[in-house]
């Protein structure tokens, strides 16, 4: 017989056609779907209203497939981040971000990336490999259903995803359509569009095609004003420059579930974070906004790693930058930096692989002692596969 399929591989309508095609109806897709992504269910004995036949055919074909959690780290002040073994030596990074009204999971899309901005962890490491629609789900999965069963809350404990982990979610559209559906189905996630957001580098040509398949929220990482500093930031402006991503931008905003774009925009000191920067950004929006583009901007301190060579901008240039901004009309945070005790801010997801050539040593190092000490904190019910 093949290797048994990854359930969490698919949407629901996927579900139903390979259900369908063991002879199962659709309402039957249905129960199985909602036994795994609302309930938690890893493990087909537990289904109990599912019929049994049913349950035998999928016993040897299918199953949930948990990612092995290497390990886990709890901040000061609340966030969580967990460590996915993904195979051949790479791990992914999640991390579950409390605040008083909501809880928003952090989620990779990729193994490295291959953007390779100059300011990120992530970036630095290089590409191993896109992760698989189960992968990108798993995440989610084993967050929700861990902290559930931790918290003994029968609420659902993530309010908010966000693909703003490792990797560039927009270069792996194949795997992320189908689990950004999952995450809005009624019978899945449930949750709204709104509370879903999708942060690119700038993939032009995958903002029109999210636009068009699962407008969700859209987040799109800008950190210049310019082209000549952006193509040095994020080489891949090179290929789709400032024009045609601000144009992408508004036409997004015709499908989009909210009336902007998030800009987020990474303060580097010395080298983005200039009075006269802020100026020439407000002059570039307001051109795009003759275009219709709205926008609101999430400044971003820099997450310092060592192998970056770039600093912090100070907090007085922060401040000037973001009134700049406001006062010209735009909406304008300064993000708080969260779990910055664990490395789980943004940048600072490297999986803890950048060295290739030992990563495999140390991963079985790290499985062998994060096994022993995560499985005796967990439930056996949350034991990942
Ligand atoms: N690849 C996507 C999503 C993942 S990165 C993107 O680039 O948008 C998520 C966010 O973290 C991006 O806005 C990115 O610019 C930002 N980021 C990356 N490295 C950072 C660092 N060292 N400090 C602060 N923010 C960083
Ligand atoms: Fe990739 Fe985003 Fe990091 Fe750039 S910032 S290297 S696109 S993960």
């Not at 703003?164 to 559209?173: I, R, S």
């Not at 699962?214 to 080489?235: E, I, N, T």
Request: glycine letters at 8%; one cysteine or more; a positive charge.
């Amino acid at each position: 017989m093949a290797a048994p399929l990854n359930l969490l591989d698919f949407d629901r309508q996927a579900l139903s056609a390979w259900c369908g095609q063991l002879g199962e109806k659709p309402f039957r897709a249905t129960q199985l779907f909602r036994w795994m992504h609302q309930r938690g269910a890893g493990d087909f004995g537990q289904m109990s209203d599912l019929a049994k036949p049913l349950r035998e055919k999928l016993t040897g074909r299918a199953q949930v497939c948990a990612l092995p959690a290497l390990g886990e780290q709890a901040s000061s002040d609340g966030t969580v981040k967990w460590l996915f073994d993904v195979g051949g030596g790479n791990a992914v990074e999640s991390v579950f971000i409390p605040e008083d009204d909501r809880g928003t999971l952090c989620v990779s899309s990729q193994a490295g990336c291959a953007v390779g901005c100059r300011f990120c962890a992530t970036g630095h490491q290089g590409f191993a490999r896109n992760l698989t629609t189960g992968e990108i789900l798993a995440q989610l999965w084993f967050a929700e259903h861990t902290l559930r069963r931790r918290f003994n809350s029968q609420e659902r404990m993530i309010s908010n995803v966000v693909l703003m982990g490792m990797g560039e979610p927009l270069h792996n559209y194949g795997a992320l359509l189908p689990a950004l559906r999952v995450r809005l189905d009624d019978h899945g996630y449930g949750r709204s569009r709104r509370r879903l957001t999708v942060s690119t580098s700038g993939v032009v040509p995958m903002i029109d095609r999210l636009a068009a398949d699962c407008p969700v929220a859209l987040a799109v990482s800008l950190h210049a004003p310019g082209d000549a500093l952006r193509d040095q930031l994020v080489p891949l402006n090179r290929k789709y420059p400032l024009a045609e991503l601000l144009a992408a931008c508004a036409r997004y905003l015709d499908a989009a579930p909210r009336d902007f774009i998030t800009f987020e925009y990474c303060l580097l000191g010395g080298v983005n974070d200039a009075p006269e920067q802020a100026q020439t950004l407000v002059r570039l929006m307001q051109t795009y906004r003759a275009e219709g583009l709205r926008a609101k901007f999430n400044l971003i301190g820099f997450n310092p790693f060592p192998a970056s060579g770039l600093v912090r901008a100070a907090p007085e240039r922060v401040r000037a930058f973001a009134a700049i901004l406001s006062d010209a009309g735009i909406v304008t945070t300064v993000r708080k930096t969260r779990g910055d005790d664990i490395a789980a801010a943004c940048g600072q997801l490297a999986g803890d692989v950048q060295d290739r050539t030992r990563a495999r040593e140390r991963m079985a190092r790290r499985r062998a002692a994060a096994a022993v000490a995560f499985h005796r904190k967990q439930p056996a019910a949350a034991a990942p596969a």
